[in-house]
């Protein structure tokens, strides 16, 4: 792979040198040049920048130096990634893209920004991808041309010593990174996991892979399917045979909640079956079965405007994997479109389930009866 760097601030992409991208060199894998955008300057100043057509504060990167630079780069065939706040996020997904490609041309901006026809009359020549790497402000494009140059480049083939342990990335299986722990097994009173000291690969796997998980749904829910969360989760809607699985569960569920609220009165725990099965035959309900068993559930029923949700359960060995989020997200998508806003109501003191509701933009309206809180939140337009 050949790269380009144009910036005016070469000595920004030193640690290119440094780095693994020096490593790549060395195997041949990779060709970097930087360039200094000044090189494509005539006049005394070397002037790269001029006031914004349209006022506002701050200068705009003239177009003429970054038009002579990509003409004498020679754009044909290389891909130019011009990183900006406004451009397509970086991902992991995006890297493996970019690491296909021959050739990148990375355009560094500084001050406001890049004159846009430059990228647009790039364009008419070549692919342009305009990337960030997240979404927060920087001074200029440097820093992100180095972030995705080295996770581009880590990937090339032949780069990593050992390509398999790329496949257990963070990111490349949707999952966040497990712990990791090395030698002395106890440091300052702390001990190593002893699953990791069994030599049982099976159990260390298994361990490895619920420590992902759980992470992934505490730190990450965005990125956690339900598929990732757990095997093969299917949520679908209540059929009448699911009635005693879900009574079972229900009662295993609000024991965590009685203990937490002691003393009030929890309707989840007094009622029958036969109240069961009057309201999954009476209001909209979701189940989760994953590997055949019934996991999870969730209800909901449209009262004037509001879509009141209610008996959102999860299995409680399977809590903190970002089910309770999945099926909340589902239950409202099921909302009738003449609903206006979401209600839900937990005890006062089931502070995780209140935690989850407010990740999820409900606000607490305060309590309904002793013991009881209402969380709200309203509908955006679909
Ligand atoms: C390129 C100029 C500074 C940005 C006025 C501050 C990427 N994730 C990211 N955050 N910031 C950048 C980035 C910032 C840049 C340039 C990338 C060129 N600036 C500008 C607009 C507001 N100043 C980035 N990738």
Same mark, same amino acid.
């Given at each position: 792979?050949?790269?380009?760097?144009?910036?005016?601030?070469?000595?920004?992409?030193?640690?290119?040198?440094?780095?693994?991208?020096?490593?790549?060199?060395?195997?041949?894998?990779?060709?970097?040049?930087?360039?200094?955008?000044?090189?494509?300057?005539?006049?005394?100043?070397?002037?790269?920048?001029?006031?914004?057509?349209?006022?506002?504060?701050?200068?705009?990167?003239?177009?003429?130096?970054?038009?002579?630079?990509?003409?004498?780069?020679?754009?044909?065939?290389?891909?130019?990634?011009?990183?900006?706040?406004?451009?397509?996020?970086?991902?992991?997904?995006?890297?493996?893209?970019?690491?296909?490609?021959?050739?990148?041309?990375?355009?560094?901006?500084?001050?406001?920004?890049?004159?846009?026809?430059?990228?647009?009359?790039?364009?008419?020549?070549?692919?342009?991808?305009?990337?960030?790497?997240?979404?927060?402000?920087?001074?200029?494009?440097?820093?992100?041309?180095?972030?995705?140059?080295?996770?581009?480049?880590?990937?090339?083939?032949?780069?990593?010593?050992?390509?398999?342990?790329?496949?257990?990335?963070?990111?490349?299986?949707?999952?966040?990174?497990?712990?990791?722990?090395?030698?002395?097994?106890?440091?300052?009173?702390?001990?190593?996991?002893?699953?990791?000291?069994?030599?049982?690969?099976?159990?260390?796997?298994?361990?490895?892979?619920?420590?992902?998980?759980?992470?992934?749904?505490?730190?990450?829910?965005?990125?956690?399917?339900?598929? !990732? +969360? *757990?095997?093969? %989760? $299917?949520?679908?809607?209540?059929?009448?045979?699911? /009635?005693?699985? =879900?009574? #079972?569960?229900?009662?295993?569920?609000?024991?965590?909640?009685?203990?937490?609220?002691?003393?009030?009165?929890?309707?989840?725990?007094?009622?029958?079956?036969?109240?069961?099965?009057?309201?999954?035959?009476?209001?909209?309900?979701?189940?989760?079965?994953?590997?055949?068993?019934?996991?999870?559930?969730?209800?909901?029923?449209?009262?004037?405007?509001?879509?009141?949700?209610?008996?959102?359960?999860?299995?409680?060995?399977?809590?903190?994997?970002?089910?309770?989020? !999945? +099926? *909340?997200?589902? %239950? $409202?998508?099921?909302?009738?479109?003449?609903?206006? /806003?979401?209600? =839900?109501? #937990?005890?006062?003191?089931?502070?995780?389930?209140?935690?989850?509701?407010?990740?999820?933009?409900?606000?607490?309206?305060?309590?309904?009866?002793?013991?009881?809180?209402?969380?709200?939140?309203?509908?955006?337009?679909?």
């Amino acid at each position: 792979m050949q790269i380009d760097v144009v910036t005016i601030f070469p000595d920004y992409l030193a640690p290119l040198e440094l780095s693994l991208a020096g490593k790549a060199r060395d195997k041949g894998l990779l060709d970097i040049r930087v360039h200094d955008l000044r090189r494509w300057t005539h006049d005394r100043h070397r002037t790269v920048d001029d006031t914004p057509y349209g006022g506002g504060a701050g200068m705009v990167m003239k177009p003429e130096p970054w038009g002579e630079a990509l003409d004498d780069l020679e754009l044909d065939g290389a891909t130019l990634v011009v990183t900006t706040p406004s451009g397509e996020p970086f991902t992991q997904a995006l890297a493996r893209e970019l690491a296909t490609r021959e050739r990148l041309v990375f355009a560094c901006g500084r001050y406001e920004g890049i004159d846009q026809r430059v990228l647009d009359e790039a364009g008419t020549r070549t692919e342009v991808r305009e990337i960030s790497i997240g979404d927060y402000v920087l001074n200029g494009g440097e820093v992100a041309a180095l972030a995705i140059t080295e996770a581009v480049v880590r990937l090339l083939p032949g780069f990593m010593g050992n390509p398999e342990s790329l496949a257990e990335e963070s990111h490349e299986d949707g999952l966040l990174e497990y712990p990791v722990y090395t030698k002395p097994a106890s440091w300052r009173g702390h001990d190593v996991p002893p699953v990791l000291l069994s030599g049982d690969h099976a159990a260390i796997r298994a361990w490895r892979h619920d420590q992902a998980v759980r992470r992934t749904a505490e730190r990450r829910p965005d990125l956690a399917h339900p598929s !990732v +969360l *757990l095997d093969d %989760v $299917e949520v679908r809607l209540v059929q009448p045979g699911d /009635a005693g699985e =879900l009574f #079972t569960l229900q009662r295993a569920c609000w024991v965590q909640e009685q203990q937490d609220n002691p003393g009030v009165e929890i309707p989840a725990l007094h009622e029958t079956l036969e109240d069961l099965r009057g309201w999954i035959a009476r209001d909209t309900v979701l189940v989760a079965r994953s590997a055949g068993r019934l996991v999870g559930a969730v209800r909901a029923d449209l009262h004037e405007r509001t879509w009141e949700i209610g008996r959102l359960m999860v299995a409680p060995d399977l809590q903190g994997r970002g089910l309770g989020r !999945v +099926l *909340l997200q589902r %239950v $409202e998508a099921a909302a009738p479109p003449e609903a206006t /806003a979401y209600a =839900l109501v #937990t005890g006062a003191g089931s502070l995780r389930n209140q935690k989850l509701y407010k990740k999820a933009g409900y606000r607490l309206r305060g309590e309904v009866e002793p013991g009881v809180v209402r969380l709200t939140k309203t509908v955006s337009k679909r």
